[in-house]
């Protein structure tokens, strides 16, 4: 007996009671997975959010019931042709229409998940799922991988896309064929292409290039692009073994490289205010990662910004970033248009969480559809991917090729921040194949030891040699990750005729500890190690420039300001700490005796030097709690403001040495490097240069007590520290 046929109508009610269906299971098991992990949660803000804050999590659940029903009205309209093409061949009844639409809805939610897998790992973790990839890899090699990638995330769907498209269109056909007005739907069809030529759509347009009204010369526009801990001595340009950076070593060819540049303090926050203020930290007040509200109001009403002198002189200005561009909602150092995610504020964090655990959410990520359903996206860490990032920077360069208003952009990317997770392709460049320990996709880091615990740095302290190499593999990953973006930015600027009227600065908040002497992972906690955590690039692209420039000597993330400033021919800034470098880029210096004088910031970790008893403090979820008035944002407790600026260190460095001074529980330990025999600090020379330890000293206590900050030749006086000779063996 032949099977008989299903109406239209029929197979498009299974289909879409199937696809509900099966978008309810995988929402209750959502649901399911959010309270398992809920239960398993072992700090204190987890505590405080279950507990406070539980009402918030359950209507964040509810909320997010609108993407599934987009998606499910997506899937039927996907999934009924599909059925309705294999109806052709081999007619069905009800039970084939519901289990080849679970099928489809399988494959469909398969494929994502393996683009999320692979391209953005950040919206989850997937490394239990990579097993069976990464095996292909070793066994069959990477060019079969690649094909398995190709074929699941492009021939894949844009077969289904094809056949749905050509099925709808064949069904549009029958129905003007039904209803006799096939001219109609080809006239119609004829005009959409007539309208999308005369619009222009998809049409660049051409650029402006001539000078403004008057003769009178346009103003430099300025870029700036930076990744969080990106470490200067990681770039192929600055004699890196890895190919790291093609991108930003074409822009140093042609450009200005200075080689040794530090930041004040190795932390975000405090970096970029100094970075864009040009003062120190103990002149603008923000001096640790957790700031209260008086403190962030200050900085907002006393500090100079970058930002701030170029409105006056017409520029638009714009920051657009990641999570860790998040400072800039309550520092805006002069920005106009901010476009980051607000990853401090802990019920978004809240919500993140939620909307993690439903992992058909990641769908709406980074899409214009997304952004309109889910307002909130555009706040959260994982929404702003650095491929984000560059594509909102893209657009920001369309608009002011478009209207030709100077500007200053800052593009900040998170892509070299811990935990070092990249999409695959990145991650696989230099690790090991073979590699099949716990840091294989990313640096393996339990949140809830690093939040409750401050000995965390003496079991990593023992990390084996190949877990170090893995490590700092996954590192140069992140680090060729962002260099794509400014190859993907700078050819945004070339395509519309910007590169003669934009200045480029490629550089990072701050670097990096990977397992130097005396050090593990992170950044700010210590001047243990050498420089790699305060040292940054400072590569810049300066139109009308002769010829490329590679400067040796010390230069300060605090000095960019008023270089840039210098560069456009802007006034200087009379409260900017920094000094301009622009004389030595136009040649009329040689050097500017700048010495280099920093702190640490908050410290997450005990510090060890041995032999000595430095002061700590107890972890950050006793140290720190959420201000329900200050946007829920994490802030430092009154009763540990003097505590963490007790445990601060200090630094002066000069070209040869480095003086350091650790508080103690007894006494002061004061600490001096000859960086030139001693490049990563592992010997004390105190002893043998008594004189040199007692100069830096002293300027240190004169920039502490009075801001001051003195020149190598204020230091060492006429004869300089090159000629300085121990007095002890």
């Not at 830096?696 to 004869?719: K, N």
Request: aromatic share 12%; glycine share 6%; hydrophobic share 40%.
């Amino acid at each position: 007996m032949p099977t008989p046929v299903l109406k239209r109508r029929h197979i498009l009610k299974i289909v879409a009671l199937t696809v509900f269906g099966t978008l309810l299971a995988w929402y209750l098991s959502a649901l399911l997975s959010f309270a398992a992990s809920s239960d398993g949660f072992n700090n204190r803000f987890s505590e405080v959010a279950m507990q406070h804050h539980w009402w918030y999590l359950v209507w964040s659940n509810l909320v997010v019931l609108k993407g599934y029903l987009l998606v499910a009205a997506g899937y039927v309209v996907l999934i009924y042709p599909l059925v309705r093409l294999w109806g052709k061949v081999r007619s069905f009844e009800r039970w084939g229409v519901v289990w080849r639409t679970l099928l489809f809805a399988g494959l469909l939610y398969g494929f994502f998940i393996f683009k999320l897998m692979l391209e953005k790992p950040y919206f989850g973790d997937y490394s239990y799922l990579l097993g069976w990839y990464d095996a292909l890899g070793r066994v069959c090699g990477t060019g079969v991988q690649d094909v398995v990638h190709a074929v699941i995330t492009q021939v894949f769907p844009l077969t289904a896309v094809v056949a749905a498209s050509g099925f709808y269109l064949f069904e549009l056909r029958r129905w003007f064929a039904h209803a006799a007005r096939p001219l109609l739907f080809s006239v119609a069809a004829v005009s959409m292409l007539v309208l999308l030529a005369v619009s222009g759509y998809g049409v660049n347009r051409s650029p402006d290039v001539e000078a403004l009204a008057g003769g009178r010369k346009r103003p430099k526009n300025i870029v700036i692009l930076g990744s969080d801990s990106l470490r200067a001595d990681h770039l192929s340009c600055n004699g890196y073994h890895r190919p790291t950076s093609p991108n930003i070593d074409r822009i140093a060819a042609k450009g200005v490289n200075f080689e040794r540049c530090l930041t004040p303090i190795a932390s975000t926050l405090e970096s970029l205010t100094s970075m864009y203020s040009s003062q120190y930290p103990h002149t603008h007040g923000v001096r640790h990662m957790f700031p209260n509200r008086a403190m962030v109001n200050q900085a907002n009403q006393e500090a100079p910004a970058l930002g701030t002198e170029l409105l006056r002189q017409g520029y638009d200005t714009a920051v657009i970033g990641d999570w860790c561009a998040c400072g800039f909602n309550e520092l805006p150092m002069g920005f106009q248009s901010i476009i980051v995610s607000d990853f401090d504020n802990f019920r978004v964090y809240m919500s993140e969480v939620v909307f993690l655990h439903h992992q058909i959410l990641p769908l709406f990520f980074d899409n214009r559809v997304g952004h309109m359903l889910f307002p909130k996206l555009k706040s959260f860490a994982n929404y702003m991917t650095p491929e984000v990032v560059t594509d909102q920077v893209i657009d920001r360069l369309k608009q002011r090729a478009a209207d030709r208003k100077p500007f200053l952009l800052f593009g900040y990317y998170s892509c070299t921040h811990l935990p070092y997770k990249t999409p695959t392709h990145y991650a696989k460049l230099w690790t090991d194949p073979k590699y099949d320990g716990q840091h294989k996709h990313e640096l393996a880091l339990n949140v809830d030891q690093f939040i409750g615990g401050t000995d965390i740095n003496e079991k990593w302290s023992k990390l084996p040699r190949h877990e170090v190499e893995q490590i700092t593999a996954l590192y140069d990953g992140c680090v060729r990750m962002f260099d794509d973006s400014v190859g993907r930015v700078v050819a945004e600027l070339e395509k519309q005729g910007l590169m003669d009227d934009t200045i480029i600065l490629i550089t990072g908040d701050h670097g990096d500890d990977l397992f130097e002497p005396n050090c593990t992972f992170g950044h700010g906690t210590t001047f243990n190690g050498g420089d790699q955590a305060n040292h940054v690039p400072a590569i810049l692209h300066v139109p009308g420039l002769d010829k490329p420039q590679r400067h040796p000597q010390l230069a300060r993330t605090l000095d960019f300001a008023p270089t840039l400033l210098d560069l456009i021919g802007a006034p200087a800034q009379p409260r900017f700490e920094g000094t301009s470098l622009a004389p030595l880029i136009r040649g009329e210096k040689k050097s500017l005796d700048l010495a280099y004088f920093g702190e640490t910031s908050y410290l997450f970790f005990r510090r060890t030097i041995p032999g000595e008893e430095p002061l700590f403090i107890p972890p950050m979820d006793e140290t720190t709690f959420i201000d329900p008035d200050f946007d829920f944002h994490f802030v430092l407790k009154d009763k540990f403001q003097d505590a963490v600026l007790q445990t601060k260190e200090h630094c002066v460095r000069t070209e040869r040495f480095k003086y350091v001074r650790t508080p103690g529980v007894k006494h002061s330990i004061e600490r001096l490097f000859d960086l030139r025999e001693d490049p990563h600090c592992e010997r004390d020379v105190k002893l043998r240069f008594p004189e040199v330890k007692a100069r830096l000293a002293a300027a240190m206590d004169r920039w502490l007590t009075t801001h001051h900050q003195s020149t190598t030749a204020e230091i060492y006086g006429i004869l300089g520290e090159d000629t300085l000779q121990p007095t002890a063996p």
